[in-house]
């Protein structure tokens, strides 16, 4: 299908041919037949993407500031590693849209195919095709508005939020600032609210438009003072509320905002507008200046928006799904008429050339930008690049060539993983799936797969694939290990194996049926140290001591690792490592978990906790993982004892191995953390018919260890861990 994107390398807007989202539960598949330019927004999305990185910079010195921290603890190479995959991947504009739905997901039962509707929400309502909307994002076209009309839902939406946040009532006076889009949308919802309207804007040819759709008195911003307001301000009957709808770097709005105004009257901020408030004018009037978010409550709120959890209608009585379907029976009731504002069409072929409008390259006044769709057969699954996939067989169970499957395109595989396989030999890049048609596009571009889609399925059941690597989000990990096993593949899944018993009980019966090779992305053990430590330690009779320090950082509140559905929590996800290296070192499998919450205050009792961990062969270990260190601090920190003799690594980049008085030291300028030996090791299995690189019993007991060590969390108590099962 057909999408209109930001290349983050070049800053060319362009039109891509990208595989069609698959229908996800709880939202609906929808075929675009008009989605509408948000010029402010897109104009300023473009024109960053356009900046050089000294710009860029400059524009978020906040993203300057993270990527200094993690140089301090990952290292150069990660973070130019993880900067340069994100510069080969683009943006998707647009985020209002209408059009016809072709697909319901599991947990729907307001929509229907068939049915018309509006939609909304950057990374979804995109300039595209075909587009995947979850189900609070999307809602009905009244019968008597066209698709043209209602793909201005989510600007409406703005409008009417920004309108509710200036409380603006009947009767009372509001001034708009900015008559473009929005701004002609706040004013015309004004006017059906009984409200006297204002409008300002420095191009005459907007401000002859609002006063035909419906404004009480507009004129361009300079000539305000000679306007009857002027004179009801200077006797303290100023405007009740002013919203703000303008786009700019000058601060001459937010002053002109405060002359209009009355004495304890309202701002609110719509628009991109630079905010230097001018004290002495704002407090002697004693003004509200508010914020708009957006659409309204749920905006950015990922369990409303992704997950569909709406808020309840008596608590919160505008939701912006609310505000969507409000928006729609104003211009339903044509209080609100969006036509007028739709300046110029494109097919979405030659939507490009929009975008020279909307940069100014072509010199033609805009207000509203509208995309449209023709109708076409419904897009193919795959996106090909190259045609020669087939895989080469070699004698017993051997193969030359492995036919790798990617599934999951995300920031680490694609930094990390991805680029180790390439310099594998012998590895075939067949095919890649990932979630968005967008990042697997690009993905299966910059790292020469055959082809690209968005169905994983499209992966699991390709002849030509005999090995699959997973690195979604943990949540998806067991039914994909299990699928891809159960077609006769091999399978290299990133950690963590599964997210719960349940499920590592089921990877290991069909595990045990397949006679495939399981491999999981623990790469600590494939270290250099990791090797090293195993070599000091050679022959020894007693059992280890070792201590883990990992300072692992704090998450954001709502990062995905947090989600109870999705990452799962820092435990099943991250802790998993360290068990599972300490179980190398000490070739033995953990028998006996406890773990401690460092604070019973903390907001996520995962942040901060101690592990004790017992082994088989008597060895202990000790994982102290904390949020709460300095950021100077190194990440991780391995302290192994026994038998006179000592290793210690920092971060994997400088190790001491101790034996009586001798004393020896590897430092490295790179993190060696065993990424590309891992992957190595799998592909060598693969290709020559051999067993695991990682047998399955100490992959199963790491695993389960990680799920004792969250119970153990929450009942006080040391727990067993007991390994049993069909391998």
Not at 179 to 196: D, F, K, R, T
Not at 359 to 388: H, M, N, W
Request: charged share 25%; with cysteine.
């Amino acid at each position: 299908m057909k999408q209109l994107l930001q290349d983050l390398r070049s800053h060319e807007v362009v039109v891509e041919e990208v595989p069609p989202p698959s229908c996800l539960p709880d939202g609906v598949l929808v075929k675009s037949a008009a989605s509408l330019i948000s010029s402010g927004t897109e104009r300023a999305t473009i024109s960053l993407g356009g900046r050089s990185l000294l710009g860029k910079a400059f524009e978020r010195p906040d993203l300057v500031r993270q990527v200094f921290r993690r140089l301090k603890t990952a290292g150069v190479t990660d973070v130019i590693a993880t900067v340069r995959s994100r510069l080969d991947s683009s943006i998707a504009l647009g985020y209002s849209s209408a059009g016809v739905v072709l697909e319901v997901g599991a947990g729907i039962n307001e929509f229907v195919v068939g049915d018309l509707v509006a939609c909304a929400g950057a990374g979804y309502a995109s300039h595209a095709e075909v587009n995947w909307i979850p189900k609070n994002l999307c809602v009905k076209i009244p019968p008597n508005v066209s698709c043209e009309s209602a793909a201005s839902v989510a600007l409406g939406a703005i409008a009417l939020h920004g309108v509710r946040v200036a409380e603006a009532k009947l009767g009372e006076r509001v001034a708009v600032i900015g008559l473009g889009l929005v701004g002609q949308l706040v004013a015309q919802i004004l006017h059906a609210a009984g409200c006297v309207v204002w409008g300002l804007d420095t191009d005459p040819d907007r401000v002859r438009l609002a006063r035909e759709l419906g404004a009480d008195y507009a004129c361009e911003n300079r000539d305000w003072e000679q306007s009857p307001w002027s004179a009801l301000g200077q006797h303290g009957h100023g405007a009740d509320a002013v919203i703000l709808t303008a786009a700019t770097r000058s601060a001459e709005p937010i002053e002109l905002a405060g002359r209009l105004a009355r004495d304890r009257g309202i701002v609110a901020l719509v628009g991109d507008v630079r905010t230097d408030i001018p004290r002495e004018l704002y407090y002697k009037k004693e003004l509200q200046l508010r914020y708009s978010r957006s659409y309204g409550p749920g905006r950015y709120d990922p369990e409303y928006e992704e997950c569909g959890r709406d808020y309840p209608h008596a608590f919160v009585r505008w939701t912006e799904k609310r505000n969507m379907e409000a928006f729609l029976e104003l211009v339903a009731q044509q209080k609100v008429r969006v036509e007028p504002l739709l300046t110029h069409r494109f097919n979405i072929s030659g939507a490009s050339e929009a975008y020279r409008l909307l940069s100014g390259e072509r010199k033609e006044k805009y207000v509203g930008i509208l995309l449209t769709y023709a109708d076409a057969s419904p897009p193919g699954k795959r996106v090909l690049f190259r045609q020669d996939l087939q895989r080469r067989s070699g004698p017993r169970g051997t193969c030359e060539t492995v036919g790798a499957g990617w599934i999951g395109a995300g920031s680490f595989s694609r930094a990390k993983l991805i680029p180790a396989l390439q310099k594998i030999s012998g590895v075939r890049f067949v095919g890649l799936a990932s979630a968005t048609g967008i990042s697997a596009q690009r993905a299966a571009r910059n790292f020469g797969f055959g082809y690209c889609c968005t169905d994983a399925n499209e992966i699991l059941d390709d002849p030509a694939i005999n090995a699959v690597f997973i690195g979604t989000r943990h949540h998806l990990h067991a039914s994909l290990v299990i699928g891809a096993l159960n077609r006769g593949k091999h399978v290299f899944v990133e950690k963590p194996l599964c997210v719960n018993e349940a499920e590592l009980n089921q990877i290991a019966e069909a595990y045990a049926r397949s006679g495939r090779i399981l491999a999981v992305g623990f790469n600590r053990r494939y270290s250099p140290f990791a090797s090293d430590c195993t070599d000091l330690f050679k022959g020894r009779i007693g059992s280890l001591s070792m201590l883990y320090r990992v300072n692992a950082g704090r998450l954001p509140s709502g990062h995905w690792v947090h989600h109870p559905t999705q990452g799962h929590g820092r435990v099943i996800g991250e802790i998993c490592h360290f068990v599972d290296l300490m179980g190398f070192l000490s070739s033995s499998l953990p028998v006996e978990v406890q773990a401690w919450p460092v604070d019973h205050l903390d907001a996520n009792p995962e942040d901060n906790i101690h592990v004790h961990i017992r082994f088989a062969d008597g060895s202990r270990g000790e994982i102290l993982y904390l949020c709460s260190a300095s950021a100077s601090v190194s990440k991780e920190r391995i302290e192994v004892f026994g038998e006179g003799r000592t290793a210690i690594c920092e971060d994997f980049r400088t190790c001491h191995f101790y034996r009586g008085n001798q004393h020896r030291r590897e430092r490295s300028f790179f993190h060696k953390k065993g990424h590309r030996e891992e992957l190595r090791a799998f592909v060598a299995a693969v290709k020559h018919g051999v067993e695991s690189p990682i047998p399955f019993h100490s992959l199963y007991a790491s695993t389960l260890a990680t799920f004792r060590i969250r119970e153990s969390l929450q009942c006080g108590r040391a727990l067993p861990v007991h390994v049993c099962g069909p391998f």
